[in-house]
């Protein structure tokens, strides 16, 4: 099975504020691993009934389930913007070898 790079980056604040008194953040890359996409299986195409399965896909990935929970987005294969992810949910533990998470197009 081939792996890809995988990069996961969150919205960190600066520790300056705008007019409004509002933080302002930027984006920083927090980990760096490796990933793929997963394919569904058919018993969960055939168990969803709202359609997931069309706007979602899975990663397979080694990533830290605690760095997965501060993305904004992730991004497989170093391909830009148009391979990000926003993650929806993880499966598996940081006991587990793999997480799998299921993510949507990012700005989608």
Request: charge should be neutral.
């Amino acid at each position: 099975m081939r792996f890809y790079p995988l990069k996961i980056f969150a919205e960190v604040a600066t520790g300056e504020r705008d007019e409004l008194g509002n933080d302002i953040t930027e984006l920083k890359l927090i980990s760096e691993c490796t990933g793929r996409l997963s394919t569904w299986t058919a018993e969960e195409i055939a168990l969803d009934t709202r359609n997931v399965t069309k706007t979602s896909r899975k990663i397979i990935t080694e990533a830290k389930k605690s760095d997965v929970r501060k993305a904004n987005y992730i991004t497989l294969n170093d391909t830009g913007k148009e391979n990000s992810y926003k993650v929806g949910d993880i499966k598996g533990t940081d006991d587990d070898r793999w997480r799998i998470l299921v993510v949507t197009i990012y700005g989608e």
